[in-house]
C-alpha cells in the first residue's frame, strides 16, 4: 500500500523556518517525481514545489521561490521542503503528493498533510 | 498562465440525481494534463479523474469526466451520501506547472 506521510509542521514566528519531511513507502520512491500542495485555512489547493525522480529538475510556484527549497533522499525514501523566511500567507496545509509516471502530471497519492502556522 | 474556472460554486442536489462539475481554461490545454480531485473535510484529496476522462483506481463508475480546449466536466450520474465534498480539477502548462481550480462544493440535501 502506498503510504506518504508528512511532519515537521507546526507553529513559527513570520520570518522564521521550518523543514517538512514527507516520508514514503510501499513504492519505489526513486522512480516517481513529486510535489508539495498547500491549502490555506478554508481555502482551494495551491501548489508549491516539483522535484524530478532523479533531483535533475526542481520548479517552485513564484510566491515560494527564492524563499522554500524542496530536496529529496531516495535512499531515505524522503521528500523535504525546507522553508525560510515564513509569512502570515504561507500558513497553510501541506500535502506532499506522488506525481504518475505516465507523464500526464495527475497527483495519484497524498500525504494526509502537515499544519504550518505562522502567526506571532 | 492558465487560469482555471469552476462553477458552480456550491451544488445543492438530492441523492440520486445528477451532478454537473464545470471547470473552464482560459486558455486551451490539453486534456491529456486534466485531472479532476475529490476532498471530504479534514482529508487530502483523491485522484477521481485523469486525462480528462479516465477513473483512478478504485473510483465508482457513476463518476466521468469529459471535455477537451478550454472546457472540462466532472459528472456524477447519481449522487449517493458519500459524495458530499469538494471536487477540483487540475491542469499542468509549462508556465506554471499544476494549476488548481477555486472548488465546487457539492452538498447531499
Known amino acids: 500500500e502506498v503510504q506518504l506521510v508528512e511532519s515537521g509542521g507546526g507553529l513559527v514566528k513570520p520570518g522564521g523556518s521550518l523543514r517538512l519531511s514527507c516520508a514514503a513507502s510501499g513504492f519505489t520512491f526513486s522512480s516517481y517525481r513529486m510535489n508539495w500542495v498547500r491549502q490555506a485555512p478554508g481555502m482551494g489547493l495551491e501548489w508549491v514545489s516539483f522535484?524530478?525522480?532523479?533531483?535533475?529538475?526542481?520548479d517552485y510556484a513564484d510566491s515560494v521561490k527564492g524563499r522554500f527549497t524542496i530536496s529529496r533522499d531516495n535512499a531515505k525514501n524522503s521528500l523535504y521542503l525546507q522553508m525560510n523566511s515564513l509569512r502570515a500567507e504561507d500558513t497553510a496545509v501541506y500535502y506532499c503528493a506522488r506525481e504518475d509516471t505516465s507523464g500526464w502530471f495527475y497527483q495519484d497519492n497524498w500525504g494526509q498533510g502537515t499544519l504550518v502556522t505562522v502567526s506571532s | 498562465e492558465v487560469v482555471l474556472t469552476q462553477s458552480p460554486g456550491t451544488l445543492s442536489l438530492s441523492a440520486g440525481e445528477r451532478a454537473t462539475l464545470s471547470c473552464r481554461a482560459s486558455?486551451?490545454?490539453?486534456?491529456?494534463?486534466s485531472a479532476w480531485y475529490q476532498q471530504k473535510p479534514g482529508q487530502a484529496p483523491r485522484l477521481l479523474i485523469y486525462g480528462a476522462s479516465n477513473r483512478a483506481t478504485g473510483i465508482p463508475d457513476r463518476f466521468s469526466g469529459s471535455g477537451s480546449g478550454t472546457d472540462y466536466t466532472l459528472t456524477i450520474s447519481r449522487l449517493e451520501p458519500e459524495d458530499s465534498a469538494v471536487y477540483y480539477c487540475?491542469?499542468?502548462?509549462?508556465?506554471?506547472?499544476?494549476?488548481f481550480g477555486g472548488g465546487t462544493k457539492v452538498e447531499i440535501k
Open positions: 522535484i524530478s525522480d532523479t533531483n535533475n529538475k526542481i
Open positions: 487540475q491542469q499542468y502548462d509549462y508556465s506554471t506547472r499544476l494549476t
Open positions: 486558455q486551451s490545454v490539453s486534456s491529456s494534463y
